[in-house]
T-cell receptor, first 116, second 108 residues
Framework: DAGVIQSPRHEVTEMGQEVTLRCKPISGHNSLFWYRQTMMRGLELLIYFNNNVPIDDSGMPEDRFSAKMPNASFSTLKIQPSEPRDSAVYFC??????????????FGPGTRLTVL | SQQGEEDPQALSIQEGENATMNCSYKTSINNLQWYRQNSGRGLVHLILIRSNEREKHSGRLRVTLDTSKKSSSLLITASRAADTASYFCGGSNYKLTFGKGTLLTVNP
């Protein structure tokens, strides 16, 4: 398996532009997580999907952020409009069915977002 | 709120020495997990300890869990320069919540 795939790896955009980050979880995993990492705030959980359904979006900072998971193999995190304070590394992670035990998360390589 | 908070924030040791990192969490958990992050990369799972376990070993790693104190420790024995990384703990119910990590530097 290729692991969790994220694209793009790097994104530089100007304030006000729409940004879409993409994630392909590991095949067979039914939980997907979006995280944001900055020096100031560390690693923050933004949203958690289980079986394609958003379960907990309490970490989404504001309405400019939205996330979708249209099917088991694809998720997007969208920021519209983007602001300089959104600059961070965004990670996607997936894990397997809870029924198989207490599950580790597998992280993608991250997308480094810079908003100018 | 952060479910896992690591201590110390930074740790610098010589190769061959042992490294101990601590983690505290706030609410009850099903398990606690430790992850490692090399600079510029995603987190990699190291070890998981369940709430009914007190100690677990994996290679040079030893993890303890004290649910009464809501704390855990990660011991890396005989450290190597390649162990240089940030280490995160996360308390888990249905989701993991991480702290800000401990930056471990192992000097050759």
């Amino acid at each position: 398996d290729a692991g969790v795939i994220q694209s793009p790896r790097h994104e530089v955009t100007e304030m006000g532009q729409e940004v879409t980050l993409r994630c392909k979880p590991i095949s067979g995993h039914n939980s997907l997580f979006w995280y944001r990492q900055t020096m100031m705030r560390g690693l923050e959980l933004l949203i958690y999907f289980n079986n394609n359904v958003p379960i907990d979006d309490s970490g989404m900072p504001e309405d400019r952020f939205s996330a979708k998971m249209p099917n088991a193999s694809f998720s997007t995190l969208k920021i519209q409009p983007s602001e300089p304070r959104d600059s961070a590394v965004y990670f996607c992670a997936s894990s397997g069915p809870v029924g198989r035990g207490y599950n580790e998360q597998f992280f993608g390589p991250g997308t480094r977002l810079t908003v100018l | 709120s952060q479910q896992g908070e690591e201590d110390p924030q930074a740790l610098s040791i010589q190769e061959g020495e042992n490294a101990t990192m601590n983690c505290s969490y706030k609410t009850s958990i099903n398990n606690l997990q430790w992850y490692r992050q090399n600079s510029g990369r995603g987190l990699v799972h190291l070890i998981l300890i369940r709430s009914n376990e007190r100690e677990k070993h994996s290679g040079r790693l030893r993890v303890t869990l004290d649910t009464s104190k809501k704390s855990s420790s990660l011991l890396i024995t005989a450290s190597r320069a390649a162990d240089t990384a940030s280490y995160f703990c996360g308390g888990s119910n249905y989701k993991l919540t991480f702290g800000k990590g401990t930056l471990l530097t192992v000097n050759p």
